[in-house]
């Protein structure tokens, strides 16, 4: 419950940063800042970010670009957990186009203020934003197509609870498509413990076998995890700095083990039923 609590706060202050006038922290803002973060930074190209609302762009938060690997296809329902600012619901909404749908997930009140406020400003209707837990997914039974999600997974404590209800709500057939920071290896106990990493998307990285076993405890089949970015020694100084943790030497033992990555996977479908690839 801690952690949760740290999560809640810790997001609630960035988007309460971006409406007072500045950055979540650096995020996708790296397209109008100048920021150094290695995760958040540099995900978005500016064909995307110059269709939103500034502040949907300044609350991003995540470790990749789930909208730009994911196939999304007109009239389809999408889910993205934990959705902040609502940067990749808004941009999945206009893929899914006006017969669709894109819905938005998050626990924090302020988050979700602020991504209804940027919706009304991108003028998008087909969009809903839900207030809930990723691990209590306020939604039916085989009721989305595709579900997206932006280096938020990590920040559970019950990833199984989260992949289970994301195996519910999907149609048969339907992709998991999500952008996450993975392990390979393992990691400084100091990293694991620290809060402030948790908020970060880091100490609760999952190792790599372990994402792909509780996917397929859940029901899962066809996994794979594509590295869109495998973080070295320089980037491990940026993310450690300001810790408490002695950056010298922790930083040689968490080189190359930090990737970004892209996780498809697909819930089983009848042989009557052909899905579509994440």
Same mark, same amino acid.
């Given at each position: 419950?801690?952690?949760r609590?740290?999560?809640?706060?810790? !997001?609630?202050e960035a988007a309460?940063?971006?409406?007072s /006038?500045?950055?979540?922290?650096c995020?996708?803002?790296?397209a109008?800042?100048?920021?150094?973060?290695p995760?958040t930074?540099?995900? !978005?190209?500016?064909s %995307?970010?110059?269709? @939103?609302?500034?502040?949907?762009? @300044?609350?991003s938060?995540?470790c990749?670009?789930?909208?730009?690997l994911? %196939?999304?296809?007109p009239?389809e329902?999408?889910? $993205?957990?934990?959705?902040? /600012?609502?940067?990749?619901?808004?941009?999945?909404?206009?893929?899914?186009?006006?017969? /669709? +749908?894109? !819905?938005g997930?998050?626990?924090?009140? #302020?988050?979700?203020?602020l991504?209804?406020e940027?919706?009304?400003k991108?003028g998008?209707e087909?969009?809903?934003?839900?207030?809930?837990e990723?691990?209590?997914?306020p939604?039916?039974g085989?009721?989305?197509d595709?579900?997206?999600?932006?280096?938020?997974?990590?920040?559970?404590i019950d990833?199984? +609870?989260? @992949?289970?209800?994301? *195996?519910?709500v999907? +149609?048969?057939g339907g992709r *998991?498509?999500v952008?996450d920071?993975i392990?390979?290896?393992?990691v400084p106990e100091?990293v694991?413990?620290?809060?402030l990493?948790?908020? /970060?998307?880091?100490a609760g990285?999952? %190792?790599?076998? #372990? !994402?792909?076993s509780? @996917?397929?405890q859940?029901? *899962?089949?066809g996994?794979?995890?594509?590295?869109?970015?495998?973080?070295n020694?320089e $980037?491990?100084?940026?993310?450690?700095?300001?810790?408490?943790? #002695?950056?010298?030497?922790?930083?040689p033992?968490v080189?190359?083990?930090f990737?970004?990555? *892209?996780?498809?996977?697909?819930?089983?479908?009848?042989?009557?039923?052909s899905?579509?690839c994440?």
């Amino acid at each position: 419950m801690e952690i949760r609590e740290t999560v809640k706060e810790k !997001y609630g202050e960035a988007a309460r940063r971006v409406t007072s /006038g500045g950055s979540s922290c650096c995020g996708a803002a790296a397209a109008l800042e100048n920021c150094c973060d290695p995760i958040t930074s540099n995900l !978005y190209d500016a064909s %995307q970010t110059g269709l @939103l609302p500034e502040e949907a762009v @300044l609350a991003s938060l995540g470790c990749g670009n789930p909208t730009a690997l994911a %196939q999304l296809n007109p009239g389809e329902t999408v889910l $993205d957990l934990g959705s902040g /600012g609502g940067i990749d619901v808004l941009l999945s909404a206009r893929r899914v186009g006006p017969s /669709g +749908k894109a !819905y938005g997930l998050d626990m924090t009140d #302020d988050m979700l203020a602020l991504a209804r406020e940027n919706q009304h400003k991108a003028g998008i209707e087909n969009v809903e934003f839900l207030k809930g837990e990723i691990e209590h997914i306020p939604l039916p039974g085989d009721s989305i197509d595709i579900i997206i999600s932006n280096c938020v997974i990590n920040l559970s404590i019950d990833k199984d +609870k989260v @992949l289970q209800e994301a *195996f519910r709500v999907l +149609k048969p057939g339907g992709r *998991f498509a999500v952008s996450d920071v993975i392990t390979r290896g393992e990691v400084p106990e100091d990293v694991r413990q620290s809060m402030l990493l948790w908020v /970060g998307c880091i100490a609760g990285a999952l %190792q790599e076998q #372990d !994402y792909i076993s509780k @996917l397929q405890q859940a029901g *899962f089949t066809g996994i794979s995890i594509e590295p869109t970015r495998v973080y070295n020694i320089e $980037d491990a100084r940026i993310f450690l700095n300001g810790q408490g943790i #002695d950056v010298d030497v922790i930083a040689p033992q968490v080189e190359d083990k930090f990737m970004s990555a *892209f996780v498809r996977a697909i819930k089983p479908a009848p042989s009557s039923i052909s899905g579509h690839c994440a």
